[in-house]
C-alpha cells in the first residue's frame, strides 16, 4: 500500500478482555515500531522489529503486552488482560533504513471501559 | 540510554514572526535527529531529518534545523510563522543502540501562531 495501515482505527474494549491491533507497513519497510500515546504527549516507545525479529522490546510496559511479526511484513500488537490505563492511541511507524525516517500510520484509538 | 527533552510545553508566536522549537537530546554516539509534526486528529508527519553532513538541514513548509553537537539540540526554525503552523511539533533522535532503529520521541511542544 501506499501508507502505513492499521486496524482498526477505533477498538473499545471491556476491562480484563483480549485484544489485538494490527500494522501493515510500507512495502519493503524492514523496520517496524510500535508507540503508544496518550493525548497531549510524545509518542512512548514499546518495541521495533528489524525484520522478524523483535531487536527492542525494552518499551514493553508488562507481559500483558507483546508483539509478533512473523514473516517480517505484518505486525500484531496484543494486549491481554487489559485494564483502563492501557487507553491510549497506538501507533504504528515503518522505515526503510537506519538513515531514514519512519512514516506513521493514522493509529488505533483503544478504549477499555 | 537515549532521550530527547523539549524543554517547551508551548511557543507562541506572532504571525510573520520567527519561531524557534527547542529540542536537546542524549544519545550514544552520532545522532539521527528528526522533526514531526502532528495537527488535531492527524497522524504525525515527517518534517525533517539530521542524519550526517551540513548542520542545517531545511525541510517542509519553510522549516529549517540547526544541528549543534557541542551542544547537543537541535532546534527547528522557521524565519516567518503562519497562523497554519500551529500544532504538536515532536523531536525524535535514533541512536546506535539495538542496531540503530530505536527512536525516542520528545514530550512535544505545541505551536500557537497568533494572527
Known amino acids: 500500500g501506499a501508507g502505513v495501515s492499521q486496524t482498526p482505527s477505533n477498538k473499545v474494549t471491556e476491562k480484563g478482555k483480549y485484544v489485538e491491533l494490527r500494522c501493515d507497513p510500507i512495502s519493503g519497510h524492514t523496520a517496524l515500531y510500535w508507540y503508544r500515546q496518550s493525548l497531549g504527549q510524545g509518542p512512548e516507545f514499546l518495541i521495533y522489529f528489524q525484520g522478524t525479529g523483535a531487536a527492542d522490546d525494552s518499551g514493553l510496559p508488562n507481559d500483558r503486552f507483546f508483539a509478533v511479526r512473523p514473516e517480517g511484513s505484518v505486525s500484531t500488537l496484543k494486549i491481554q488482560r487489559t485494564e483502563r490505563g492501557d487507553s491510549a492511541v497506538y501507533l504504528c511507524?515503518?522505515?526503510?533504513?537506519?538513515?531514514?525516517?519512519?512514516?506513521f500510520g493514522q493509529g488505533t484509538r483503544l478504549t477499555v471501559v | 540510554a537515549q532521550s530527547v527533552a523539549q524543554p517547551e510545553d508551548q511557543v507562541n508566536v506572532a504571525e510573520g514572526n520567527p519561531l524557534t522549537v527547542k529540542c536537546t537530546y542524549s544519545v550514544s554516539g552520532n545522532p539521527y535527529l528528526f522533526w514531526y509534526v502532528q495537527y488535531p486528529n492527524r497522524g504525525l508527519q515527517f518534517l525533517l531529518k539530521?542524519?550526517?553532513?551540513?548542520?542545517l538541514v531545511k525541510g517542509s513548509y519553510g522549516f529549517e534545523a540547526e544541528f549543534n553537537k557541542s551542544q547537543t539540540s537541535f532546534h527547528l526554525k522557521k524565519p516567518s510563522a503562519l497562523v497554519s503552523d500551529s500544532a504538536l511539533y515532536f523531536c525524535?533522535?535514533?541512536?546506535?543502540?539495538?542496531?540503530?532503529?530505536?527512536?525516542?520521541f520528545g514530550a512535544g511542544t505545541r505551536l500557537f501562531v497568533k494572527a
Open positions: 511507524a515503518s522505515s526503510l533504513g537506519v538513515n531514514t525516517e519512519a512514516f
Open positions: 539530521y542524519i550526517t553532513g551540513d548542520n
Open positions: 525524535a533522535v535514533r541512536g546506535v543502540e539495538s542496531g540503530g532503529f530505536k527512536t525516542i
